[in-house]
């Protein structure tokens, strides 16, 4: 399971970089992005996510899908970041909005697809209760006429029914649902306005919301979502939600993705000298490693065979006088 503890992946201004620039700002991993490091070292998920304490914050320097500064998802240019204000969707519960975590890399394949997850919705749960499914009622609102087929994956670790709500003319392509407690998740739309429904296993589609320092697999949920359709428009998430307003432009221009790692400044030396020697130098260095043992083995064999050249000129020859009796 995954709880409500978190990453983020953010500039140091905040704004995530479009997907083809490189994170350059010499202000990059400043002391009051990423989360603070807990009893002086220890930094919350670190076995799941990879996190290291650096100077008092969580970093991580090692998992190219995170970014470096908050440790958040970035899946093909999808750069997961706490809050919404550049974002497409909204999540409140009881009336009062909540944390998000989303990101929009504005990219389109042969799809449109859009992710909403949630950890929980409104159900009962916990221990001595009966668990029951929880409501989420999501709203779309999309402006704009697209050729391309829209596709909307629901995903949730407490079982959901989610109420789609799809304005008049717009139809949905696929539908998508994993939860952990898929049995007792669906989701609940009007006749004729969606195309196709699919069902996932918590193992084949995993669960995240965006800040996985509590379990959550926010990168791997990404991963099999452009698997399955070759790419991510935006995400989602939000621990606690039974409500969700998306708003899609289905006009905007589609952005061309080329590469989800980014380049770490050089004036952050502890990060910027890790991820550029793991993501960009690493294979310079194993070509070098392995020229290096070439060249040792082929002079630990031509001054074996200079020793033996050498022994074999000091022993004597043994000869034989040939007499006459």
Known sequence: TF???????????GVSPSPETEISDESICLSN??????????????????????????RCLVNVN???CTCLARVACCEVEEGDDLHIGTAAYEGSSQTTYSCVSGVRSQYEVHVISNYESNGQHGFGQTRTTGITDVNLNV??????????????????NWILQIPSGVVIDTVMLSSYYIDSSTVTYSLNKVEHFEKQTYQELPGGYGKDTGGGKTVDLLTAVVKRFGSVYSFS???RADSWTLN??????????????????????????????????FPVFFILALSVIVIVVIVIMFTLW????????????????????
Do not use: H, M, W
Not at 3 to 13: F, G, L, V
Not at 266 to 279: G, L, Q, R, V
């Open 143 to 160: 402006d704009g006429n697209g050729s391309i087929p829209l596709v909307l994956v629901f995903v949730s670790y407490e079982p959901v």
């Open 237 to 239: 998430g939000s621990y």
């Open 306 to 325: 200079k020793r033996r050249q050498s022994i074999a000129k000091k022993v004597p020859v043994n000869t034989v006088t040939a007499g006459v009796i």
């Open 3 to 13: 709880t409500d503890s978190a990453i983020t992946t953010t500039t140091s201004a």
């Open 248 to 281: 899609i432009n289905r006009e905007n221009t589609s952005v061309n993705c080329r590469s989800s790692i980014l380049t770490v400044s050089k004036s952050s030396p502890s990060i910027s000298n890790t991820t550029s020697i793991i993501s960009v130098t």
């Open 33 to 58: 992005v990423g989360d603070q490091c807990l009893d002086g070292d220890y930094c919350s998920g670190s076995y799941s996510i990879g996190a290291t304490c650096v100077d008092g914050y969580c």
């Open 66 to 68: 995170r970014n470096p």
